[in-house]
T-cell receptor, first 114, second 116 residues
Framework: GESVGLHLPTLSVQEGDNSIINCAYSNSASDYFIWYKQESGKGPQFIID?????DKRQGQRVTVLLNKTVKHLSLQIAATQPGDSAVYFC?????????????FGTGTKLQVIP | DSGVTQTPKHLITATGQRVTLRCSPR?????VYWYQQSLDQGLQFLIQYYNGEERAKGNILERFSAQQFPDLHSELNLSSLELGDSALYFCASPTSAGGPPPGELFFGEGSRLTVL
C-alpha cells in the first residue's frame, strides 16, 4: 500500500486504550470542523464533525471536543483497535464556506500496538 | 467504498511529460473537487466543477487544467511535469452542492503520481 504519514507526528497506543489526537487551528472565523481518517492506500474518510456552537459531539467510539477559546480540536477514540491505525487529520471551514475554502491539517499517525 | 472512482492508481512518468487523471463521482453527484496531497502535507484544494462548469479555483498551477464531461466524469490534466508535482491527487464528491453547509465529502482512493 501507499506510505502515508512517513514524517508525521506519531501516536502509539496499546490496543484497548483510549487515544487522543489533537489539532490546532488559527482562523477564529472557522465554524465547522471535521475529523478524517486516512488509511494507507486509501482516500480520506469522514469520521465525525462538529459545529462551532457545540463543544462536544459523540459518535460510535469517537468523541470530538472543540475549545474555541484556544482554537483547539481533539478526537478521542475509545478502546482503540488495530483497525484504527491510520493517519487522522482535521479540517476546518471559515464561516459559511464550503470545501473550496477548507483548510486541512497535516495529520497525526496513529499506531495501535496489539 | 466511497463510490468515487479514480484511475490510474499509480503513475510514473518523467519530467516534462503530460498526464491525465480521471475521476468518476458518486452516482447522482454533480460536483467534483480535485485535491493534491504532497508527502506529509495537508490536502490542497485545486479546482471544483459542478455539472460541467468550473465553480471554484484554488491553488492550481497554470500547467494544470481540468474539465468535467457531460457524463459528469472529470479529468485533471498535468503538463510540463516537474519533480515537485509528485503527489497523491484526490477527487471527491460531496453530498450537497459543497456548502454551506459543507456536508460530507467522499474521496476516491487517489492517483499517486511519481515524476522522475
Amino acid at each position: 500500500g501507499e506510505s502515508v504519514g512517513l514524517h508525521l507526528p506519531t501516536l502509539s497506543v496499546q490496543e484497548g486504550d483510549n487515544s487522543i489526537i489533537n489539532c490546532a487551528y488559527s482562523n477564529s472565523a472557522s465554524d465547522y470542523f471535521i475529523w478524517y481518517k486516512q488509511e494507507s492506500g486509501k482516500g480520506p474518510q469522514f469520521i465525525i464533525d462538529i459545529r462551532s456552537n457545540m463543544d462536544k459531539r459523540q459518535g460510535q467510539r469517537v468523541t470530538v471536543l472543540l475549545n474555541k477559546t484556544v482554537k483547539h480540536l481533539s478526537l478521542q477514540i475509545a478502546a482503540t483497535q488495530p483497525g484504527d491505525s491510520a493517519v487522522y487529520f482535521c479540517a476546518f471551514f471559515p464561516r459559511g464556506q464550503g470545501y473550496q475554502k477548507v483548510t486541512f491539517g497535516t495529520g497525526t499517525k496513529l499506531q495501535v500496538i496489539p | 467504498d466511497s463510490g468515487v472512482t479514480q484511475t490510474p492508481k499509480h503513475l510514473i512518468t518523467a519530467t516534462g511529460q503530460r498526464v491525465t487523471l480521471r475521476c468518476s463521482p458518486r452516482s447522482g453527484d454533480l460536483s467534483v473537487y480535485w485535491y493534491q496531497q504532497s508527502l506529509d502535507q495537508g490536502l490542497q484544494f485545486l479546482i471544483q466543477y459542478y455539472n460541467g462548469e468550473e465553480r471554484a479555483k484554488g491553488n492550481i498551477l497554470e500547467r494544470f487544467s481540468a474539465q468535467q464531461f457531460p457524463d459528469l466524469h472529470s479529468e485533471l490534466n498535468l503538463s510540463s511535469l516537474e519533480l515537485g508535482d509528485s503527489a497523491l491527487y484526490f477527487c471527491a464528491s460531496p453530498t450537497s452542492a459543497g456548502g454551506p453547509p459543507p456536508g460530507e465529502l467522499f474521496f476516491g482512493e487517489g492517483s499517486r503520481l511519481t515524476v522522475l
